[in-house]
Each structure stands twice: as C-alpha cells, then as structure tokens.
Nanobody, 119 residues
Framework: QVQLVESGGGLVQAGGSLRLSCKAS????????MGWFRQAPGKEREFVAS????????NYADSVKGRFTISRDNFKNTVYLQMSSLKPDDTGVYYC????????????WGQGTQVTVSS
C-alpha cells in the first residue's frame, strides 16, 4: 500500500492558479500510475488527470484540458497538478491516487486537499 499526502490547496479567485502536490511514501511510486480526482459538494468523485509510471501518456478530463497539467518526479516520489485559469466549477476536494494500472479500479487514496475558487 502507498501512503499519499496532498498539499497545496486553498482559496483562489477565478482565473488564478494553484499547484497541488502529492507526496508518496511506503513504496516506490515509480511503477505506479498516478492520478488526480476531485469531488464537489453533493457530487460523486470524478477523474481529473492521470499519468503513467514513465511520466508519459497524460490523460485529462475534458473540463480541465488546456488548463491543468499533471507531472511527476519519481526521484522525489511526488506528483503535481498545476492548475491555471481556475473556475468556480473547479471547487472541490482534490484526491491523489496511485494504482498499478491506468484504469484506477482499486487505487490507494490520499486524504484530499480542498480547493475553493471564488467568482
């Protein structure tokens, strides 16, 4: 099992930027696919972005394409989500996930970090 700790959330005005970080421990994440998911109040958790263990093949939800960038530093056991041009609809709790495959059928989850975008 991988332990994941997210950080970097906060309150930002629409149009602003934030960078989320996810620090992993317990195992070397270099063989794991990593992803970011989010959950808005009253809604189900949804996929945001993912990246393969090599750092290639990034995938994004249509709602964040062109605004968010996922990256990873396997030496630091850390995954990042750079978020730009933030919108109020991006508000939610952002969760980091680690899984052996890009399908994320049974990932390990972090505790989440709150992102609030004000209009």
């Amino acid at each position: 099992q991988v332990q994941l700790v997210e950080s970097g959330g906060g309150l930002v005005q629409a149009g602003g930027s934030l960078r989320l970080s996810c620090k992993a421990s317990g195992r070397d994440i270099s063989v794991y696919a990593m992803g970011w998911f989010r959950q808005a109040p009253g809604k189900e958790r949804e996929f945001v972005a993912s990246i393969s263990w090599t750092g290639g093949s990034p995938n994004y939800a249509d709602s964040v394409k062109g605004r968010f960038t996922i990256s990873r530093d396997n030496f630091k056991n850390t995954v990042y989500l750079q978020m730009s041009s933030l919108k109020p609809d991006d508000t939610g709790v952002y969760y980091c996930a680690a899984d052996s495959s890009m399908s994320f059928k049974a990932p390990d989850w972090g505790q989440g970090t709150q992102v609030t975008v004000s209009s």
